[in-house]
């Protein structure tokens, strides 16, 4: 059974820092690519950050330069640390992972990062 777990949510002030972690078992995780999303009400999820199975990040441009994304895959886990953090980062923050060459992606429940101002 897949299981992809997210944690490190919170209540921050602006400018503060939070890091989250994702949690994946149940698939060949070095062999997927990791992504983080989020959402807020009445939006569509928004990409945020990748990082390939082989170590290559992309990130959005509203958060570049402040969010940086990693991988330990000996733990099975990707981290998301979050700095410079605005208001308008408040959001359910999602993992997903991918394996494109295999079609098969799967997504956590969501922790909620709240920035006050």
């Known amino acids: 059974q897949v299981q992809v777990v997210e944690s490190g949510g919170g209540l921050v002030q602006s400018g503060g820092s939070l890091r989250l972690s994702c949690a994946a078992s149940g698939i060949l995780f070095m062999i997927y690519d990791m992504n983080w999303y989020r959402q807020t009400p009445g939006k569509e999820r928004e990409w945020v950050a990748t990082?390939?199975?082989?170590?290559?990040?992309t990130y959005a441009d509203s958060v570049k330069g402040r969010f940086t994304i990693s991988r330990v895959n000996a733990n099975n886990t990707v981290y998301l640390q979050m700095n410079g953090l605005k208001p308008e980062d408040t959001a359910v923050y999602y993992c997903?992972?991918?394996?494109?060459?295999?079609?098969?992606?799967?997504w956590g429940q969501g922790t909620q990062v709240t920035v006050s101002s």
């Open positions: 990082i390939t199975s082989g170590g290559i990040t």
């Open positions: 997903n992972s991918k394996w494109v060459a295999g079609n098969k992606a799967y």
